[in-house]
Nanobody, 117 residues
C-alpha cells in the first residue's frame, strides 16, 4: 500500500522560495503519475503540477514559470520547487499518486505554505 509524506512547508516572504519533498513508500512509484495540488482557505483543491513516469510535466497557468516539479524514481521522491512566491500561493499543498487507467489514487496529509510579510 502506498503512503505519501510531504514536508518542507512553512512561512516565507513574498518573492521567496520553498522546496517541498514528497516521499512515497510502497511499490509502483516509477510508473505512477505524481502531482502536487493545493487548497487555499475557502477554496476548492486545485492542480498545481503533475509529472508522468516519462517525466512529462504539466503546470497550472498560475504557477507556470515559477514552480518546477521533478522526481527521483530511485528514491521514490517527488519535489515541488517554488520560486517567486506570492501571497496567493498560500495554501495547504498535497502530494498525489495515481496509476493511469486504474482507480489507484493516494493523497498525502498536506503541508501548509504561508506566503506573507
Amino acid at each position: 500500500q502506498v503512503q505519501l509524506v510531504e514536508s518542507g512547508g512553512g512561512l516565507v516572504q513574498p518573492g521567496g522560495s520553498l522546496r517541498l519533498p514528497c516521499a512515497a513508500s510502497g511499490t509502483f512509484f516509477s510508473i505512477a503519475i505524481m502531482g502536487w495540488y493545493r487548497q487555499a482557505p475557502g477554496k476548492e483543491r486545485e492542480l498545481v503540477a503533475t509529472i508522468t513516469s516519462g517525466t512529462t510535466t504539466n503546470y497550472a497557468d498560475s504557477v507556470n514559470g515559477r514552480f518546477t516539479i521533478s522526481r527521483d524514481n530511485a528514491n521514490n521522491t517527488v519535489w515541488l520547487q517554488m520560486n517567486s512566491l506570492k501571497p496567493e500561493d498560500t495554501a495547504v499543498y498535497y502530494c498525489n499518486f495515481r496509476i493511469a487507467l486504474t482507480k489507484v489514487e493516494v493523497w498525502g496529509q498536506g503541508t501548509l505554505v504561508t506566503v506573507s510579510s
